[in-house]
């Protein structure tokens, strides 16, 4: 039996520790997506650094964990061991002592998840129907007569809102619409005194608040039929529940959300004492303003007193500048009459020399003189015109065609209503009928045979 030998130390591909949890931390790390995890805590320790490490475990295994400071601070509860969790994590590896452990980034208490997932889906109908549409809130009113408020009437919210409001805003009244606000009837309650202040239409705007609070206990105001309410409450409705970090159904419906009770209490109640301040300041200005304006007419108007002068001084002025208008009027009427005199005389000579008698005298005579001159030349210009017109009369019947026709001759035309004369054979078809002019009339006749000239020769 021949001996096995072990290969060459060269040939061996040997992983280091680390290089072994690191590849393991990277195959861990993409091949889990980030997790949703419940279990129970246990093995809880809160070092200096603020960081939190724990483990989770059911009836059958455990696994390490580990939360971070940073996320941490965003808890809603205080965590402790035996106390059931929902946490969102990611699997990893701790690389230096190779531990299989889980980061945290978020932890809330088992049924808070469940609840957390109902809001979710509530929230995502509600938001699907337009009930968060920014388009459909309404402002709040900057200075209410009275101020609604529906809370519990012996909560803490109500106290910080009254103090807040009497700070802010003393005169302005409220009126206090108590509800409980948490349990099981508390929803009913809160509806119940919503309609209950839209029915009355007491006050202004309404505020809707209820103090901090884990997701259960604030659970009320996620109520499906409650929302809708809020969504259609008549009255501007201020939503105030928890503290900055909780929110709520209510906060999306209604018309303005407040982080906080008090905060509700100052968007709703103005600032008294600051409106009161800047209408010191309008009204030391408005007075200054007028001060300023009067100050400009007395100006004005001691400028003009010092402009009108003594109405006697200015009858008198307007006396003489009356004569004045009268003088210059009567030269200028003078001096058109003398213009219209002299214009009459030119006129009444022109008629003089045009007068009807004078002027029939004068076409007389012309006349007459036009008479003498055509005495002799007409009658001799009649008399040769009379000739030259005969010797024209004896040509034109020398050369006309019907002198020709009293000779003996003939012309001949078609018969289709045209008058031109024929002048070919060309132009004559076998049973065509023709019209013959003769000196005293016409013959009609139809071409019963064509003998060009070439023939009869």
């Not at 039996?1 to 061996?12: D, K, L």
């Not at 884990?214 to 109520?223: A, G, I």
Request: glycine content about 6%; some cysteine; hydrophobic content about 40%.
């Amino acid at each position: 039996m021949s001996e096995i030998t072990p290969p060459n130390t060269a040939e061996r591909d040997i992983w280091s520790v680390s290089r072994l949890n690191l590849e393991a931390r990277g195959v861990l790390e993409s091949s889990f997506p980030l997790i949703w995890l419940e279990g129970e805590l246990s093995n809880l320790s809160r070092p200096a650094s603020g960081h939190m490490y724990f483990s989770l475990k059911d009836s059958r295994a455990q696994v390490n964990a580990a939360m971070f400071r940073g996320n941490n601070r965003r808890l809603r509860f205080q965590p402790r061991n035996g106390q059931q969790v929902l946490v969102r994590a990611r699997v990893t590896l701790y690389q230096p002592r190779g531990n299989f452990q889980l980061i945290v980034e978020h932890m809330e208490e088992a049924g808070e998840g469940a609840l957390r997932r109902q809001f979710d889906a509530l929230k995502a109908k509600l938001d699907g129907e337009g009930l968060f549409d920014p388009s459909r809130k309404r402002p709040l009113p900057p200075l209410p007569a009275q101020i609604g408020v529906i809370t519990s009437a012996s909560g803490a919210a109500l106290r910080d809102i009254l103090h807040v409001l009497a700070r802010r805003c003393p005169q302005i009244p409220v009126l206090v619409y108590p509800a409980a606000v948490q349990g099981q009837d508390a929803p009913a309650q809160l509806r119940q005194a919503l309609a209950l202040a839209n029915a009355r239409a007491e006050c202004d705007l309404l505020i809707l608040a209820r103090g901090g609070g884990s997701l259960e206990d604030l659970w009320s105001f996620n109520d499906e039929a409650l929302a809708r309410d809020v969504a259609a409450s008549t009255l501007p409705v201020i939503s105030a529940v928890g503290h900055e970090i909780d929110f709520s159904l209510t906060d999306f419906v209604a018309d303005v959300r407040a982080p906080t009770p008090s905060a509700a209490a100052e968007l709703a109640g103005p600032d008294m004492a600051t409106r009161e301040a800047r209408l010191d300041v309008a009204r030391r200005r408005l007075a200054n303003a007028m001060q300023r304006q009067l100050q400009q007419q007395q100006g004005r108007l001691e400028s003009l007193g010092r402009r009108v002068r003594d109405p006697r001084r200015q009858l008198e002025e307007m006396a003489q500048r009356l004569d004045d208008l009268e003088r210059r009027a009567r030269q200028r009427v003078t001096l058109a009459v003398q213009v219209l005199q002299q214009r009459l005389v030119q006129l009444q000579r022109r008629l003089t020399s045009q007068r009807p008698e004078r002027r029939l005298t004068q076409a007389s005579q012309r006349l007459a003189g036009l008479q003498r001159r055509l005495a002799g030349p007409v009658p001799r210009q009649l008399a040769h015109q009379r000739q030259f017109l005969g010797q024209l009369a004896q040509r034109l019947q020398t050369a006309s065609p019907l002198a020709t026709l009293d000779r003996g001759y003939s012309i001949t035309f078609s018969a289709d209503g045209q008058d031109q004369a024929l002048r070919s054979v060309k132009n004559v078809e076998e049973g065509q009928a023709l019209r013959t002019r003769l000196a005293d009339g016409d013959i009609l006749s139809r071409v019963e045979r064509i003998t060009p000239a070439s023939d009869t020769d």
